[in-house]
């Protein structure tokens, strides 16, 4: 039993009813092939990183699935090129670590990926927005902490540099 | 005679001194890249949207190759950008 995945992205012209539709032929097509389906994740509208067929945005899906043999990967494969409502697709081999790591996806184990202000919420979409509201946040918070670290190390210099002429001095002295 | 400690240097003496780069993947034991999600992988590529060396990153061999296939496959399905500019 081989445990497969498939990404695809719908084009986002089309009617609700047409996506769904869509994804639901896709699905009835593994199930009529004998694979069993895992999970379905619809990742919803997004902002593709580059236009395709002139298109910004579009539907992504995923399925998973498991199935005995691969000769079903080629018609699916086959059956999405020819689609036109499908603008991008991918069909991937899950190994072992791919199906654990899945599993804990689903579970809630795995957090997303949090880099410091710029992309706490941003996901694509609306990047512009995102990138000037974290922005005055970013400024405003550094500001006391800077003037506290630049104002210590001027007090704290006279006081550490003084004890080392002290001590060179000294121990000249002792010697 | 003064140990070590005890000495006040003029300057910080560890100013230099680079941190020792290590594999993510084997230090925090992660088995899987995900390629569906950008996020994550925006860490390995540079502004261009190119995929950063290994001297840069510190990954191992075995998960610099993971991580190229995961940013190749995010890429095809228009999560990140074959090439850009200003992307961080």
Do not use: W
Request: aromatic content about 8%; some cysteine.
């Amino acid at each position: 039993m081989r445990q497969y995945e498939v990404t695809f992205i719908v084009d986002s012209v089309l009617s609700s009813d047409e996506i769904e539709a869509t994804s639901k032929v896709y699905q009835d097509m593994l199930v009529a092939e004998g694979a069993k389906i895992v999970h379905t994740d619809e990742m919803g509208l997004r902002q593709l990183a580059y236009p395709i067929k002139n298109r910004t945005t579009g539907i992504y899906y995923c399925f998973e699935y498991q199935v005995e043999t691969g000769d079903l990967i080629s018609k699916i494969d086959l059956a999405m090129r020819r689609d036109e409502r499908i603008m991008r697709s991918l069909v991937i081999k899950l190994d072992k670590y791919g199906i654990q790591y899945n599993e804990d996806k689903r579970a809630g184990k795995i957090g997303k990926v949090k880099k410091k202000g710029s992309k706490d919420d941003s996901k694509g979409k609306g990047k512009p927005a995102a990138k000037s509201k974290p922005a005055p946040a970013k400024v405003v918070k550094p500001t006391p902490a800077a003037k506290a670290t630049v104002a210590a190390p001027v007090v704290a210099a006279p006081v550490v540099t003084a004890p080392v002429v002290e001590t060179l001095t000294t121990s000249k002295e002792e010697e | 005679m003064a140990s070590r400690d005890d000495i006040k240097f003029l300057s910080n003496p560890k100013i230099g001194n680079r941190k020792k780069k290590y594999c993510r993947f084997k230090k925090y034991g992660i088995k899987h890249i995900d390629y569906k999600d950008p996020d994550f992988l925006l860490q390995f590529i540079n502004e261009q949207g190119k995929i950063l060396p290994r001297r840069i990153s510190g990954n191992s061999l075995k998960y610099q190759r993971k991580v190229a296939i995961a940013v190749k496959r995010c890429r095809h399905l228009a999560m990140l950008p074959f090439v850009t500019d200003l992307l961080k």
